[in-house]
């Protein structure tokens, strides 16, 4: 028995609590066990995709070697080993990333951060991994706790949004629960698999119905369906950027996730399009999130807040691929899993950059970065891209995928949806990469910092060029630290390959999952 | 045959000057002659790939790359077929005058953040290249996207707020063709299961007509922003704010023949000629293409400023391409392809002595040039040899191309067509004519002796105008144009893989 599927969720497990000890003797430390106990985490998932490739079938591991239906499952199958992949590849550039942000926006946490990170990753690769439903509330509850600690550690308003999200949040996780309860009376178990042999019996049992509508209703919270999506903005805004670099990517990724694989692999194949169509609900929902998403985004003035209402409209991409339940619309979902967390994450992190370097949160203010900062704004220039889906970036093989779903399902609206949104997307990136790339102006805050840096390289008055940190003593200092840039750079190409490779990980890791999706 | 470094030479046309772009940016403005350096290098060794393969494509030779697979069954595919060569001939054979000409300009009209420039036109040429070699819908539309974006820095390279308000209303028209662009191909994907080229086309007739009619419509709108037709235009004359070498190589040449060749594709391989005629698309698309030809003209006229004036004449030239393909018949259509190349000589010429005018004499206007044929002789003097191709004199490659279409008109019994397309000779004459006959017929007190513009500016002006010439005289003589144009068009006919 290949032992694979447990140690990635317990090498983030154990370093969790190695951090959090050895953090408080010297913080450093915590660090260094973080980051290598994610490294450990992501070789685990690469061997795990590996593992999955090659033998075609999923790895199943029985915890504590008690067999199910009586112990708990771990499955890796593909799908869960693209999720871990995904995870704990954002966590190590995250974890890379972190130090110097986290130690100006807020000394002295990092005790603490460190291992709420890890739980968080804990969380978010057991819901991915385990074949177990109420296992997987467990691992939702340590995930979103982890989450509201981290969240809570921001700016002066992170508090009371990581408070909303905590009531929001456990309200989700309580109906997700109940709906866990209703299956197990009626079904009489709790392994997934175990689950899907017994419920196409007991497809007119009417706990089961409600068991379904809980279950998704309360993924919905987590995942940020519109309209349950209204704690999000506030929480992603004020939190540090960091942290928000890491949630934004994944959690409500993983939550949708879970959503895919209740349809796929928990209820019968035609349950939740036809004797309960809550599918199409979830697609129509989306429909709205993303127009909605779309539109506040573009309203936004605040950096970091039109990037959260931009998530509320790239998330409900996937609940739009699944609300198609035709294959190629869920691999179009899924692979959105993938092409958002790492614009996404790419984008939150650059936003961390520009605050390290210049405290700039505010848009408006953003003039004349594309000089000081040219490396991190190329990168955002090719995330931004990729979020309007130009090709060849990653972003627009996702929005392909979907288009051709769309007409498989012969759903003219979101056809028209993912083109309009498209269009709200490039309307309020190209905003902002109009601003970036324009001429600093006296008074700018972009000015202001070239001009305490030019002074010190010449001694007199700065020249235009030197004020904008164009000398060439001063070219090192203008990006942000090279631990902080390199994780942007990696991602930014990321978006890159996994455009160009999109073909390669359909084929391999979702097309087979998804085949029969829809019945 | 196909061995050794000429296999691969439709990627590397294309990376050539993408990879200049990149060796542009970091050599940056500190050593701008080395930067300049390497667009010339790039320029001619893109062109000399192309023009490697032309003997080639001739015989019947296609020269195929395929590197990733883009969706399944869909691959990053170049494939160098006679339609395509032919514009990416012309295309990289302007480019390498334009790269001596924007020296010229940028440097003479101290112009700022001129990496950028260079860069981003380099990126430009690639995309145009990379889309007019493309070997199925997917590669072109990537291409033409990037191309979209590419272009972007180029319309706004003044910074004022005007250049950046034309900016957005360039996007949001790029942009929203693109998205169009998409979801049609999407629809192809759907109905015919591929995407790649055909000669006759691909599209099964058994898609439906609403489906056909659907993607013809979505292509119309796609490809009809970039190639300027109405009432899809008005982008193109606002985007005359770039710097004049834009102006002259891609709102002339490679951006907006981007779109007409993509309606050159669309009805040669994509639809075919068959299906769109009996579906009767092509009567919509050439009465949209004729009205064009002659509002534009109209507008033309009323212009004092002298780019107004030639960008109101591109969107009515670039509507004799698509007229002429739309014309189904494979004399038009000839005419329609051979007007790519005949058109980008001479509106090149013309512009870059508008652009030659602007920086050596702070001219813009056709109401200030009186006399200023004394001065600039050279200029002028091609600025009248253009004039006269695009209203289709005798001895200039503009006569043939659009006597060709006329033909073609007359062929397929279109009689208000020819009438159109007679008539807008005249009113190309009607607003052309003006520019030059003021030059050298008035005088003024101000241009007395001869006082040319630099030679990296007049070099190229006399090099386009006399490949006008010569494209008119010799057809074939330089780089087999009209053989190769000969050839997609038999391509067309015949059917099959292009």
Redesign the interface.
């Known amino acids: 028995m290949s032992h694979i599927p447990v140690l990635i969720p317990l090498s983030l497990l154990v370093s969790s609590l190695l951090a959090l000890l050895a953090g408080l003797r010297s913080p450093g430390w915590g660090h260094k066990i973080s980051l290598g106990g994610v490294s450990a985490s992501f070789l685990f998932s690469l061997a795990g995709i590996r593992a999955v490739l090659r033998d075609g079938m999923p790895l199943r591991y029985a915890l504590g070697n008690w067999p199910p239906p009586v112990g708990i499952e771990f499955v890796l199958d593909s799908l869960g080993a693209y999720m871990t992949g995904i995870i704990t590849f954002i966590g190590v550039v995250v974890l890379v990333y972190a130090p110097r942000s986290l130690a100006r926006e807020t000394p002295g946490r990092e005790v603490y951060t460190y291992p709420a990170m890890l739980l968080l990753l804990t969380g978010l690769t057991g819901i991915s991994l385990t074949g177990d439903i109420f296992n997987l509330y467990v691992f939702l509850e340590i995930a979103a706790i982890a989450g509201y600690a981290l969240l809570a550690t921001g700016d002066r308003a992170a508090p009371v949004a990581a408070f909303r999200y905590l009531l929001i949040g456990s309200l989700g996780g309580g109906f997700y629960l109940l709906g866990v309860a209703f299956l197990y009376f009626s079904a009489g178990t709790l392994n997934m698999a175990d689950l899907q042999a017994r419920l196409p019996d007991l497809v007119e049992n009417r706990a089961v119905i409600s068991a379904a509508a809980f279950m998704i209703v309360g993924l919905g919270v987590k995942m940020a369906l519109f309209p349950l999506h209204f704690w999000l903005p506030d929480a992603y805004t004020n939190a540090p950027s960091a942290a928000a670099g890491l949630i934004a990517p994944l959690m409500t990724k993983v939550a949708a996730f879970a959503i895919v694989r209740f349809f796929l692999d928990v209820f019968p194949p035609s349950f939740l399009t036809e004797a309960l169509p809550l599918v199409s609900t979830v697609g129509w929902l989306s429909a709205g999130g993303i127009l909605f998403g779309s539109v506040m985004a573009v309203a936004q003035k605040d950096y970091r807040r039109m990037l959260a209402y931009s998530s509320v409209g790239q998330i409900a991409y996937v609940g739009l691929g699944l609300g198609m339940a035709n294959p190629v619309g869920m691999v179009g979902g899924l692979l959105h899993i993938l092409n958002h967390a790492l614009m996404k994450g790419c984008l939150f992190l650059i936003g961390g950059s520009i605050r390290y370097r210049t405290g700039i949160t505010q848009i408006a203010e953003m003039r004349g970065l594309g000089r000081l900062m040219p490396w991190t704004m190329a990168a955002f220039v090719v995330a931004a891209?990729a979020m309007?889906?130009?090709?060849?970036t990653a972003g627009?093989?996702s929005?392909?995928?979907l288009?051709?779903g769309t007409?498989?399902a012969g759903n003219w609206w979101w056809?028209g949806v993912i083109?309009l949104s498209?269009?709200l997307t490039?309307v309020y990136f190209?905003r902002t990469v109009?601003m970036i790339?324009?001429?600093p102006e006296e008074g700018d805050p972009v000015a202001r910092i070239g001009r305490k840096r030019g002074a010190g390289v010449t001694g007199v008055g700065p020249s235009p060029e030197v004020q904008l940190g164009l000398g060439g003593a001063t070219e090192g200092e203008r990006e942000a630290p090279l631990s902080m840039l390199l994780p942007i750079l990696v991602m930014g190409a990321a978006i890159l390959a996994a455009g160009?490779?999109?073909?390669?990980i359909?084929?391999g890791l979702l097309a087979g999952a998804v085949a029969h999706a829809g019945g | 045959m196909m061995h050794g470094i000429m296999a691969n030479a439709p990627l590397y046309a294309v990376l050539a000057s993408a990879l200049a772009a990149v060796a542009i940016a970091f050599t940056g403005e500190k050593h701008r002659n080395l930067r300049e350096t390497w667009t010339i290098l790039a320029s001619l060794l893109k062109f000399g790939f192309i023009a490697a393969m032309v003997p080639g494509v001739l015989a019947g030779v296609r020269y195929e790359v395929s590197l990733?697979?883009?969706?399944?069954g869909v691959s990053?595919a170049l494939r160098a077929d006679p339609t395509g060569v032919l514009f990416a001939l012309s295309a990289s054979f302007l480019w390498i005058l334009t790269s001596f000409y924007s020296i010229g300009y940028m440097r003479g009209g101290k112009e700022h953040k001129q990496t950028r420039f260079f860069a981003m036109l380099a990126v430009c040429l690639s995309a145009t290249v990379g889309l007019a070699l493309a070997a199925n819908l997917?590669t072109f539309?990537?291409f033409y996207?990037?191309l979209s974006?590419a272009t972007y820095?180029l319309v706004?390279h003044k910074?004022s707020e005007k250049a950046?308000r034309i900016?957005?209303q360039y996007?949001v028209y790029a942009?929203?063709a693109?998205?169009?662009l998409?979801?049609g191909t999407?629809?192809i994907?759907?109905a015919a299961g591929t995407l790649d080229f055909q000669g006759g086309g691909f599209l099964p007739p058994e898609a439906g007509r609403g489906v056909l009619v659907t993607i013809f419509l979505l292509f119309f709108v796609g490809f009809g922003v970039k190639g300027g037709v109405m009432p899809l235009h008005s982008w193109l004359p606002a985007a005359m704010i770039a710097p004049t070498p834009v102006s002259a190589l891609l709102h002339a040449v490679a951006v907006v023949k981007a779109g007409v060749f993509g309606f050159v594709r669309l009805v040669g391989f994509v639809f075919g000629p068959g299906l769109m005629g009996k579906m009767g698309l092509s009567t919509v698309l050439a009465g949209l293409a004729a009205i064009t030809i002659v509002l534009a003209s109209f507008i033309a006229m009323t212009k004092d400023d002298l780019k107004a004036r030639l960008a109101y004449s591109t969107v009515g030239h670039l509507s004799y391409v698509v007229l002429g393909v739309a014309l189904l018949t494979p004399t038009a259509m000839l005419g329609g392809a051979f007007h790519i190349v005949t058109h980008a000589a001479m509106k090149i010429t013309l512009f870059f002595c508008a652009g030659a005018l602007y920086v050596h004499m702070h001219y813009t206007k056709v109401s200030e040039l009186d006399g200023v044929g004394r001065r600039m002789p050279i200029t002028m003097g091609a600025f009248a040899v253009g004039a006269v191709g695009l209203a289709g004199f005798p001895g200039t490659g503009g006569f043939l191309s659009k006597l060709m279409i006329v033909q073609g008109a007359a062929e397929g019994g279109h009689t208000l067509f020819m009438v159109i397309l007679l008539a807008s000779g005249l009113l190309n004459a009607g607003y052309l004519f003006p520019v030059f006959i003021r030059a050298f017929f008035r005088s003024s007190p101000e241009h007395t002796s001869y006082d040319e513009a630099s030679w990296f500016m007049v070099g190229p002006i006399v090099v386009t105008a006399a490949l006008a010439l010569l494209l008119g005289t010799m057809p074939d003589a330089i780089f087999h144009f009209f053989g190769v144009a000969s050839e997609a068009v038999s391509a067309v006919v015949a059917g099959g893989a292009p």
């Open positions: 891209l309007i889906g130009i090709p060849p627009f093989f929005k392909w995928y288009i051709l007409l498989e056809f083109i498209s269009l490039a190209f109009e790339f324009r001429e160009l490779l999109n073909v390669a359909v084929n | 990733v697979e883009l969706a399944p990053l997917l539309v990537l996207e990037i974006i820095p706004i910074e950046y900016g957005r996007l942009i929203t693109g998205l169009v998409v979801a999407a629809l994907y759907q």
